[in-house]
């Protein structure tokens, strides 16, 4: 990208080459294993069960990757670098609460709701959830200021003041997607 000049479309056009390869290696070998077989119908159910994931998808690629470019066109560099410092904190509450939960909550979740009475487990288990996303959120608050000054140097340090307001950002979009599976 740097060496060509692209700027952006360069990162785009990576993204999609990388994405690319790996799609032509995958199905390579899942031909080789398993064979191919056209089904109009089975194509046609997994359209309509994944194109909202791809447009989700799609969104959260234009949501983690979007805001600095559109930042860097109405504000200073130390500005957009101070912001991208609090940003990657705050992902620490999807780091550390919210991938660990959906990865055993996923796995879990078609199994409570064959059982009667699943909507008070699904309740408890989003109360459990909020909770540990808010604590996580409080702590970043609380603490944000004093971790960004022992990790970094006094430039960034205004970090510490954006950094509650993207803490609960990611407070509000992981709960959104922990109701998004249902």
Aim: positive net charge; aromatic residues 18%.
């Amino acid at each position: 990208i740097g060496f060509q000049g692209l700027g952006v479309r360069g990162f785009v056009y990576s993204k999609l080459i990388a994405t690319g390869i790996g799609c032509i290696y995958l199905a390579g070998m899942m031909v080789r294993e398993v064979g191919y077989e056209w089904s109009t119908d089975a194509a046609s159910r997994m359209w309509r069960f994944g194109a909202p994931l791809i447009a989700a998808n799609l969104a959260f690629f234009v949501i983690h990757f979007s805001d600095r470019f559109f930042l860097s066109a109405t504000r200073s560099l130390d500005e957009v670098g101070t912001y991208s410092l609090a940003y990657r904190f705050a992902f620490l509450i999807t780091v550390f609460v919210a991938e660990p939960f959906g990865r055993v909550w996923n796995v879990s979740l078609f199994s409570y709701t064959s059982n009667p009475g699943w909507e008070l487990q699904f309740g408890r288990v989003a109360r459990y959830l909020t909770v540990a996303l808010c604590l996580a959120c409080l702590a970043l608050s609380l603490f944000g200021e004093i971790i960004i000054r022992l990790v970094s140097t006094p430039a960034y340090y205004p970090a510490a003041s954006v950094l509650p307001i993207l803490a609960f950002a990611y407070v509000a979009r992981e709960i959104g997607d922990f109701y998004r599976n249902v």
